[in-house]
């Protein structure tokens, strides 16, 4: 862990001294009697990169349980076990706008997503597992392999929340009517009770974060968890219905796939970039931890993470274009050709004066300075050359360290 100099550790600091001065107001979840018990004041961030770097700020070695931030690596476990279809069949990915533990159920029976209770309750149940032991076992097991590290359960967390969990029993008979769930209900629910009271602190959801936002490879261990659509798929659910009934709200002003608990704590992803968790338990009138709201808000502003915001692009993926005597023009390529970049390519090939002079009989792509290309870039590039080849101009790639393949 980079010590406390460090300057993005420095700043994280100064986000959560900028947070803790402001007025958030917010009231610790005592509907699971054992939650209550939560210092109001603990107050921690951490950060993890998909290449393996951790920062943290605060009360970031305090343990809390993990909640409702289990559902979406729950859902992740199981879109890997049974892949997509399977999973939707049983439960949508529609967001509710309603309470997450509200009677959410579509016109064919499904809970409306798998963030919310009833959603949740059904994605357990698909965890293979003969008991409720071997259930949780599994989802242990599993969410241990996000965090990087062997996760335990808070029992008397879980047996709180069994001895008040009525209404979730409720909901899962309700899914077991309409056929969304076809597991004995005492089973799934306790697995359920214990899945949410597994304890982790801001480093560990970071990191579980930063698995999604590494397209299923743990930064800190390097294991592959899940599959890299099963990433997408999960962060696509989390971007649309992970903030309870504030997700559109959190989507507009935040922009990042996140889901909370009621325990305080807070997942947030940039993609490709990095997991945040966040921990402070008061929470909002919907559910969301006050401050941990106010601090991603922030996060997101001053370190633009906003998904919709404009993406940086490096200026040209052209480097040079050299017009040499005997009719070649020899283009320059550099950086990574995705499909964004290949298309400036095509289209200065195609069009680019010094490609279309009639002088021009030899075209050469040079690409050694290309890092790496993705296949739908190749892809068109190979169309570009064979169009420049039906024009009657020769084209050559120059490609050492074959980033690139355009037979
Ligand atoms: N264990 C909680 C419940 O089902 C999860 C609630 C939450 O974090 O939203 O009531």
Redesign the pocket.
Known sequence: MPHPGNPVTRSLTRVLADVRAQDHPGRVAD??PELSRADPEAFAISAASVSGHTYAAGDSTTLFTI???SKAFVYALVLSEHGADAVTARVGVEPSGEA??AVSFDDRGRPHNPLV?AG?IVTTSLVPGASAEERFARIRRGLSAFAGRDLDCDETVAAS?SAT?D??RALAMLARSSGALTEPVDDVVEA??RQ?ALRVDTTDIAVMGATLAGDGINPRTGERVVPPAVARDTLSVMASCGM?DRSGQWLFEVGMPAK????GGIVAVAPGEYGIGVFSPPLDAV?NSARGVATLRTLSQEFGLHLFRHPERPASPVQAIDVEPGGTVVIRLRGMLDFVAAEQVAHLTAYGPETTADATTRVVLDVSAVTASTRVAARLLADVAAELRLQGRDIVLVDPDGVIDIA
């Open positions: 509907y699971i909640q409702s931030i997450f533990n209770n949740a929340e969990g209404r979730n359920y009770f949410c309870y909370s608990g009621v325990g559910g």
